[in-house]
């Protein structure tokens, strides 16, 4: 016994969970990692889906809301939506455990998790879900479980500021109406029945009736919402299930279960080298943190905060600019002579003060959604809410002495010269070329310096979020090692690859850029031309339409060499993994799952169930060379009308490691 006891104790003082982590989190830094930013809901949920379908072993969900009948890919997808795709993999023989946020009354937060829990452990019983927290039992009433995380065989990972349910799938272009002139395909919506919807309109409502409108699509706008999310492969992965894993098994000691539910075991580290031989390696250094408390997590002497204290650093730290999106800015000010007391507004300040001091320039643009996503006017005597928020972000940015601008002010400062505010709007014709505009609702949780540096996750810049025992949350701190060359202040600078990519697109789908069609037209003069068609085939699930042209998507083999092996499995043990599959699964057409991959053909198609992987498989992917970045992933645009699954790929490249590079000098290696 004493043995076993000291085995233990010697075990947990040399775990990285257990010793002094930057920013003060329960995981340390990850290097050599692989991923990928994915914006708005079409992109994320699009390679999310495709991750579902290649599971073999576990799925992990922790989220705000669910909505079962989402659907993933569109339009008209039904197969893809999010229950039929967990039954199927439930049926499979795949565990699916799932958190999800029990709200305190469903008038107030219309999320009905009571509806999603018995519609999706309704399928199977390899479907568990526990909703969390027990309001009356606990006594927590004001806070919530806020992450939105999904874990695939503990090696992917999918998070940001999605949730799984409605309202949330959009595209770049963010547009306002779905109303298709009647005709045999009228019913063909894009957001069919809960999901096209617009809270400041009209709040969630009968969520048991997915199927049902909630508005007159010819009179009423949707409001359209932008996020940002991201994936990542490996160690980051396992830190994140190790996560949900911790949540999970406090769930279990304190709450009153009328099924039995399993207590998970936390995954272990891979092993040195393994994820390396797989080429599973990227160029990204990243660290998951959380704000996690006594309510949320059961640590009863610790709350973190690291990632209040990610974003403090970040901003320090910077030399040019932070750019930051966010659904809330509330920071470092009174309200009411209620003192808030996250600390990032007071960094802004320190770091502009500093900027005039020294001279130097330096900016920070911020985004937000011009109001609230609540329903009233700002003046409706139900608005109070909307009120409070906005009376809070006033005092945040410029009214009042305690705020930036009157901070600022006082040391003789011009706010205008360093830092702004933004938000996004959008317009269209409804039926009738009646004009009608929405605001996009600002819904991301990212912060940009120097292009260097991203954190993406789901906390807001309040207190709910960063005060760690308040609402539990997740986000990533990424820095990409990969750089390239940039100017900043009129002189050259080395940015990071990732950082600077999504800041990038961001900035361009703001400003009403086409990403989708600069990707296409970066895409047609990088991407070789197939020589012959001879051994191509039709696949009428693949058939597109772009404009007024009519074509077909052509299948054929991937020619460049395999960089992964079979799908992830015996994640568990930890024993060594590969990706299951075949075709071009690092290709642009959003099935990419990793921003370095090209799978080959590995024979006969794998069992894994009535051919789950049979679309993926019909892929093309062409030899490339390394870019100047990569975008997020592509999939169908709806303004062209594309219907395709899938669309002609053109796979990037990551980098190699410094190994790979060592290995390739020394004529060891040929590396694609």
Request: net charge negative.
């Amino acid at each position: 016994m004493l043995q076993w006891i000291a085995a233990l104790e010697r075990v947990a003082r040399e775990s990285h969970y257990t010793g002094k982590n930057r920013f003060d989190s329960f995981a340390p830094i990850r290097l050599n990692v692989a991923a990928q930013w994915l914006v708005d809901g079409r992109d994320y949920f699009w390679n999310l889906s495709r991750a579902i379908l290649l599971a073999r072993e576990t799925i992990h969900i922790h989220d705000w809301w669910i909505s079962p009948e989402l659907e993933m890919r569109r339009p008209n997808k039904e197969k893809y939506r999010l229950d039929r795709l967990l039954e199927r993999k439930a049926k499979e023989g795949v565990k699916i455990y799932i958190i999800l946020y029990q709200e305190v009354s469903n008038r107030t937060t219309p999320t009905d998790s009571n509806y999603a829990k018995q519609r999706l452990t309704a399928l199977h019983p390899n479907i568990m879900i526990q909703r969390s927290p027990s309001h009356f039992q606990t006594g927590t009433f004001y806070w919530a479980h806020h992450e939105k995380l999904c874990v695939i065989d503990q090696a992917i990972a999918f998070m940001g500021g999605l949730d799984l349910c409605f309202g949330r799938w959009d595209t770049p272009q963010h547009v306002l109406t779905d109303d298709p002139e009647p005709g045999p395909e009228a019913s063909d919506h894009i957001w069919p029945g809960k999901d096209y919807s617009n809270p400041r309109v009209l709040d969630f409502h009968t969520l048991n009736k997915p199927h049902e409108d909630m508005y007159d699509r010819s009179k009423v706008p949707r409001m359209p919402w932008h996020d940002v999310s991201m994936q990542v492969v490996g160690q980051p992965a396992r830190d994140l299930a190790r996560h949900f894993v911790q949540r999970w098994n406090y769930l279990l000691r304190i709450k009153n279960h009328t099924r039995v539910m399993p207590f998970l075991l936390p995954p272990p580290e891979f092993k040195p080298g393994e994820l390396s031989k797989m080429g599973l390696t990227g160029t990204c250094e990243l660290q998951i943190c959380r704000s996690a408390g006594p309510w949320s997590l059961g640590t009863m002497d610790r709350i973190e905060y690291s990632i209040q204290n990610a974003y403090l650093k970040a901003i320090q730290m910077s030399e040019h600019f932070v750019y930051i999106e966010n659904q809330f800015f509330i920071t470092s000010t009174i309200v009411d002579e209620v003192k808030i007391e996250n600390k990032i507004g007071d960094a802004l300040v320190h770091r502009i003060i500093r900027a005039h001091r020294e001279g130097t320039p330096w900016k920070c643009c911020i985004v937000i959604p011009l109001l609230p996503g609540f329903a009233f006017p700002v003046d409706h005597s139900d608005a109070s809410a909307i009120r409070i928020i906005l009376e809070c972000q006033n005092r945040t940015f410029c009214r009042g002495p305690n705020s930036i601008f009157g901070r600022l002010r006082k040391e003789g400062i011009d706010p205008d010269e360093y830092i702004s505010f933004f938000s996004l709007r959008n317009w269209a014709k409804l039926r009738g070329d009646v004009l009608t505009t929405e605001q996009v609702y600002i819904h991301g949780k990212v912060c940009i310096v120097d292009d260097r540096l991203a954190i993406i996750g789901s906390a807001n810049i309040n207190e709910r979020s960063q005060r760690g025992d308040r609402d539990s949350e997740i986000a990533a701190v990424i820095r990409d090692t990969d750089m390239i060359d940039c100017t900043m202040a009129g002189k050259p600078f080395k940015v990071g690859r990732f950082a600077h990519t999504l800041r990038v697109r961001l900035m361009r789908e703001h400003i009403g850029v086409d990403v989708d069609a600069m990707y296409e037209e970066d895409l047609m003069a990088t991407e070789p031309v197939l020589a012959t068609y001879e051994q191509q085939e039709w696949d009428p699930e693949n058939e597109q339409e772009y404009g007024k042209q009519a074509g077909v998507t052509h299948i054929g083999k991937s020619h460049r060499r395999s960089a992964m092996g079979s799908l992830w499995h015996d994640t568990v043990d930890g024993v060594e993994q590969a990706i299951h599959g075949s075709g071009a699964a690092g290709s642009k057409d959003g099935a990419t799952l990793l921003r370095k991959v090209g799978l080959k053909k590995k024979g006969p198609d794998t069992a894994v169930g009535e051919g789950s992987l049979r679309e993926e498989r019909e892929m093309v992917s062409h030899t490339g060379e390394k870019e100047s970045g990569f975008s997020s992933a592509i999939v169908p645009t709806l303004e062209e009308k594309i219907i395709a699954e899938h669309r002609r790929g053109h796979e990037r490249a990551l980098g190699t490691t410094i190994e790979e590079e060592l290995e390739h000098a020394n004529g060891l290696a040929d590396h694609p």
